[in-house]
């Protein structure tokens, strides 16, 4: 396999998982905020799942870099911008969850849609 077939390879896995990390994360937001109001849906599984849709940004994001870095490609400088934000958003929203334990549907809920938000923009910016 040669350098070129790999980094086509990458870049078709970068371009599918954008999608990936984007649902992962309305969904994973949309739940947060449901579990806020509705005591049946918190259950242990909801943070499992914020916590894979969050990996999913850390790995799009690797991708991302292995593009830029190891195979030269040029993009758009906010679409880079808007992934390193995504994981900062991250950061906060676990800096935070000790702080807003009362409001932790709530900030998860908002974060993941954010997040998402910051996802669906990068995408747009990457053209």
Not at 70 to 99: C, K, T, W
Not at 103 to 125: A, D, K
Request: hydrophobic share 60%.
């Amino acid at each position: 396999m040669t350098s070129a077939d790999v980094t086509s390879a990458v870049q078709g896995v970068h371009e599918w998982f954008a999608w990936v990390t984007v649902i992962a994360n309305g969904i994973a937001g949309t739940w947060c905020l449901a579990a806020h109001w509705v005591r049946q849906v918190r259950v242990r599984a909801l943070w499992w799942f914020v916590v894979a849709a969050e990996v999913t940004i850390f790995i799009q994001v690797a991708l991302g870099v292995y593009l830029l870095a190891v195979a030269g490609q040029a993009v758009g400088e906010f679409h880079v911008f808007y992934g390193f934000v995504a994981i900062v958003a991250v950061a906060v929203l676990y800096g935070y969850r000790q702080q807003l334990v009362a409001w932790q549907y709530l900030l998860y809920g908002f974060g993941g849609l954010f997040v998402m938000g910051l996802l669906i923009r990068s995408m747009t910016l990457n053209r």
